[in-house]
């Protein structure tokens, strides 16, 4: 799995391509923690290629969202694929992680 | 008497690297057996994925052998089946029942989560080996 990211106006993007799984997840929540500690406390994870995720991709994302909060932000996910949309709703926490269209819309409201 | 129409079987340490390589094997068995529909593609892989991870995760040797993960996939008419077994390892492990992880937990959701995706999942344990076997009633299009 790849991570890439860049600062928006008020938001920065992360791209995760791959799969996200338990060999990947620590990696994200490495990325995403480093991410958060350059200043950036609003996050959205762009999962658009993100092909496959499991409960431990799952539980990455949760931790980040945690930390995202914890330093006064958000995070959210966007351009959800089926399979990891499958995992989010068989979990329930499609509720916690709400899944927007775009990356753009992640934000847009606030 | 089955009709098993594609098989894969891997066998190798439960390493990191041993989840990839089952994955790969899983994304090469659906070419080639294309009139399994997406969905089941896509539910069955990940029980299995989430099965495997968990034997990588939390199974321990039960003696000076390391513990290695081998995964047995047949494909039938109306069944997807998969055997995933722990060898060397001590029995049991981990919890053998799914849990109900609050909503910032993050773990404790995959036994849960291989339950919603599979039709069927039973334990075996036989000679030193730990095996979950997977089955998932192929949906018709």
Known sequence: ?110 | MTDVLASRSFRGLATEDAINDVHNDMDSLWLDVPFVNDMDQMTFTTAVIESASNIVQHAEPAAADPVELGVDITVEPLLLQARVSAYNAKPPFGPMEPATPGEDAESGRGLALIQALVTTVTFERQDGTSTWVLSRTSSQD
């Open chain 1, 1 to 110: 799995m790849e991570f890439s990211y860049e600062v928006k106006d008020s938001y920065a993007e992360v791209k995760a391509d791959g799969r996200l799984n338990m060999v990947s997840a620590p990696k994200l929540r490495e990325f995403v923690t480093d991410v958060i500690a350059g200043g950036s406390n609003r996050i959205v994870v762009n999962l658009e290629n993100t092909a496959f995720m499991d409960s431990s991709g799952l539980g990455a994302l949760i931790g980040c969202l945690k930390a995202a909060r914890q330093a006064g932000g958000d995070l959210r996910i966007a351009a959800v694929q089926p399979q990891v949309k499958m995992v989010l709703q068989l979990t329930s926490m499609d509720k916690v992680l709400t899944a927007y269209p775009s990356v753009e819309e992640a934000f847009s409201n606030d």
